[in-house]
Nanobody, 119 residues
Framework: QVQLVESGGGLVQAGDSLRLSCAASGRTFSSYNMGWFRQAPGKEREFVASISWSGTKTSYADSVKGRFMISRDNAKNTVYLQMNSLEPEDTAVYYC????????????WGQGTQVTVSS
């Protein structure tokens, strides 16, 4: 099992940047592919970005492509989400999640961190 704790959220203005972190503990972090998701008020949770266990493969939602960047440091058991050019539409609770190397579904989730972007 792995425990995930997000941090780095906050209140920013449109155009600003934020970097979210997700610290993992428990089983070997490099055994997991990682993802970031978000949920805005009244909306379904949606995929934001993912990164493979080695960090060599990444994927992004169209809405954040070119503005957000996911990365990981396996030595620090941490995955990051660098968010640039933030827009009010990015306001949401952001969650990190982990899934095993042969698992399709994300099995472990953090508690979330709030990101609020004012116009």
């Amino acid at each position: 099992q792995v425990q995930l704790v997000e941090s780095g959220g906050g209140l920013v203005q449109a155009g600003d940047s934020l970097r979210l972190s997700c610290a993992a503990s428990g089983r070997t972090f490099s055994s997991y592919n990682m993802g970031w998701f978000r949920q805005a008020p009244g909306k379904e949770r949606e995929f934001v970005a993912s990164i493979s266990w080695s960090g060599t493969k990444t994927s992004y939602a169209d809405s954040v492509k070119g503005r957000f960047m996911i990365s990981r440091d396996n030595a620090k058991n941490t995955v990051y989400l660098q968010m640039n050019s933030l827009e009010p539409e990015d306001t949401a609770v952001y969650y990190c999640a982990a899934r095993g190397l042969v698992t399709i579904k994300y099995e472990y989730w953090g508690q979330g961190t709030q990101v609020t972007v004012s116009s």
